[in-house]
């Protein structure tokens, strides 16, 4: 038995394709979709993911600003320069690229970014709204798992769903959305005792622990449905997920690659978030939105 691969890539360009008519539609209407995405210092990997989230934004024919701020910039500089991007109507979406140099408070910068405008959806608001099924901007990472399985047409109501990972960026809110497609849902971690009794009995597995290839292809149920979401360099400068790609595509029915599979819908659901906050602008949209439908 070999697993069916979940091409990231594929499933990404496909809402894409859509994300690329509602934008022209609102075109039309004489709004274009703008996300600002803000880099403070001058960390290697953060700014190759603001240059893909800029190519993205471009690919669909939204606007895109980026702006990078210097390493030394203090606290209150950032918070006023975000407060300015909230009171610009060309821009719809707020994004702080993270982690923050040294010195800058993470949460108290999400938390400058009006709730309308944090298409990340950290915001306490965004994270609250979540919990009872109203969240406007699920999570990107998480929003794009359902969407992958969507695609896949894997049923997630009724089925036991195990997430190994209780981030805040992804763990948490995954487990909410499979609450909220019907899933019975088991949330794990890095100190569950007896880890592989859960995930064998996983009809959906999501590794999101940041450790790799910590889930091995004993740990798996035949046929289930595995997500990976980490992505780790080992000291070859190789990148794996954190589940042991050749021994669990063996014994899983379908699996995500590392990478080119979770990594590139976590980008094309930011344009999805930034996309449906215009047309919430627009008037287009109700205010709150099944998230997966939308």
Excluded: W
């Excluded at 975000?82 to 993270?98: C, F, R, S, Y």
């Excluded at 859960?198 to 790799?212: E, H, N, Y």
């Amino acid at each position: 038995m070999s697993a069916k691969l979940i091409d990231g890539k594929v499933i990404s360009e496909f809402f894409r394709v859509e994300y690329k008519l509602r934008v022209d539609r609102l075109i039309e209407r004489g709004v274009r979709p703008g996300l600002a995405v803000v880099i403070v210092g001058n960390d290697p990997a953060s700014q190759v993911y603001v240059r893909n989230k800029a190519r993205a934004c471009e690919s669909v024919g939204m606007h895109s600003e980026v702006h990078a701020l210097a390493a030394t910039t203090s606290q209150d500089e950032l918070v006023a320069f975000i407060e300015k991007l909230n009171a610009n109507p060309a821009i719809h979406g707020i994004l702080v690229q993270l982690p923050l140099p040294k010195g800058l408070d993470d949460r108290a910068v999400i938390e400058a970014i009006h709730p309308d405008k944090d298409v990340d959806g950290f915001h306490y608001a965004n994270m609250g709204a979540l919990v009872i099924d109203e969240s406007r901007y699920p999570p990107c990472t998480p929003f794009g798992v359902m969407k992958m399985l969507e695609y896949e047409n894997v049923r997630v109501e009724g089925k036991h769903v195990v997430i190994v990972g209780r981030s805040n960026i992804v763990g948490k809110p995954q487990a909410m959305l499979m609450l909220k497609a019907g899933g019975t849902v088991t949330v794990c971690h890095s100190k569950t005792d007896n880890l592989p009794r859960f995930t064998r009995d996983a009809d959906i597995l999501v590794a999101a622990v940041g450790r790799p290839c910590m889930i091995t292809g004993s740990m798996i149920k035949p046929g289930a449905v595995v997500i990976d979401v980490g992505i780790n360099r080992l000291p070859d400068g190789k990148l794996v997920g954190d589940v042991d790609f050749e021994s669990a595509k063996k014994v899983a029915s379908a699996i995500t690659p590392v990478p080119g599979g979770v990594g590139p819908m976590t980008i094309t659901m930011l344009l999805g978030n930034t996309l449906h906050a215009a047309e919430l602008k627009a008037g287009l949209v109700e205010s709150a939105r099944d998230t997966m439908l939308a």
